[in-house]
């Protein structure tokens, strides 16, 4: 990568002798010291740029070693004053329980949390209580079943990583609580990923087990495409197609990286009409204030 | 008596009802503040909050009961 920039500088240093040779000998040697400073910068900047992005390499030039950046979706939370549509978050989490739960945690959120945000408290104490949960110690000191209630916390579809890592082929799903706030994108990301299986392009090969996708960094991906049309019935009546399955389990993850989202927009807002409104009083009071002292005039009346 | 005089010998004349002023005043105003921002904010937000979804599950469970 240096060898580009010093031959840029090589090249703008044969334009200054070049021009230095038809003028007087002085001149010459100012413009070679202005040869060396341009090159000089453009190999610091050379130096700042690798430090910063890494050395540029062609092999690596094909584009999928960061993953195709996702694109802009229009999230029906986006603007300032947007809440989130809680029809989707309900709608994805039974995308996430009937699809993604089998192999992706999501040990943040307990049965609590979807209370009064996409489930009502009968519905979330019903779901919570198919599931067995271990609990103890007992009189006896042993530990027991029960089935669970609205503190417990989302049931892990494997005990550990290890069996995790075995149930997959080596690969780990992670755990989806924070996946919004942990990737480049977002919920972009996650919709783009979600969207973005395709057959490998000519010249590229995927290693076996592994699926290709253009937005997953590295371009192959150990989890298969998983949302296919109809996959889900949604009891709205909402067609499940990929694509609204993808949107409303990015929303739904979406709302479980950032449960205070809703409040914190509507604070926000109050907080700047507020604040704007005393910076406003303030700056009258003090132009109130600052008036006569500002507008006095002094006169000075010489000794005759 | 004009308005300003009014104001003046009933609220701000006594320190007991210029404080009670200042008090009952601030109450007032965070109530009707919330009030105009959460009308502001759940009518910017129509459809989309927990409320109107309660409502639709609601409905829909008295009619599948049915």
Redesign the interface.
């Known amino acids: 990568m240096f060898s580009i920039f010093n031959r840029a500088a090589s090249a703008q240093m044969k334009a200054f002798s070049r021009k230095a040779s038809t003028q007087a000998g002085s001149a010459s040697n100012i413009s070679n010291k202005g040869a060396a400073i341009a090159a000089s910068i453009s190999g610091l900047s050379a130096a700042l740029y690798s430090y910063q992005f890494g050395v540029f390499d062609e092999a690596f030039a094909s584009g999928l070693e960061e993953g195709l950046h996702a694109p802009h979706f229009p999230w029906s939370h986006n603007g300032y004053l947007d809440s989130f549509d809680h029809n989707s978050i309900r709608r994805g989490y039974q995308v996430y329980r009937e699809v993604c739960s089998s192999c992706h945690s999501l040990d943040r959120i307990a049965w609590r949390n979807l209370v009064a945000v996409s489930h009502t408290s009968d519905e979330a104490r019903a779901m919570a209580e198919e599931v067995e949960y271990t609990d103890g110690p007992n009189d006896q000191g042993e530990s027991f079943q029960r089935p669970g209630k609205l503190a417990d916390y989302m049931p892990a579809p494997y005990p550990n990583e290890e069996a995790s890592r075995a149930a997959n082929g080596g690969a780990l799903p992670p755990d989806l609580s924070l996946m919004v706030k942990a990737r480049h994108g977002g919920a972009d990301y996650i919709m783009a990923l979600l969207t973005g299986y395709q057959d490998p392009p000519a010249g590229i090969s995927v290693a076996e087990g592994m699926n290709f996708n253009p937005y997953f960094p590295g371009g192959q991906i150990a989890m298969g495409r998983v949302l296919f049309d109809g996959l889900v019935e949604y009891d709205d009546g909402t067609p499940a197609t990929t694509t609204q399955m993808a949107k409303d389990v990015s929303t739904f993850l979406s709302w479980a990286s950032e449960p205070e989202h809703d409040d914190r927009k509507k604070m926000g807002m109050q907080a700047v009409i507020v604040l704007s409104a005393m910076t406003a009083i303030s700056l009258y009071v003090k132009r109130l204030k600052w008036s006569p002292i500002k507008t006095r005039k002094l006169v000075y009346n010489p000794p005759k | 008596m004009s308005f300003a005089q009014t104001l003046n010998n009933t609220l701000f004349k006594r320190n007991s009802t210029y404080v009670a002023t200042i008090f009952v005043g601030t109450f007032a105003f965070g109530v009707g ?2 009030v105009l ?2 009308s ?2 759940d009518k ?2 129509a ?4 409320p ?3 409502a ?3 409905a ?1 469970g008295e009619s599948d009961d049915e």
């Open positions: 503040f919330d921002t959460t502001i904010w910017h937000n459809g989309k909050q927990w109107e979804l309660r639709k599950i609601l829909k």
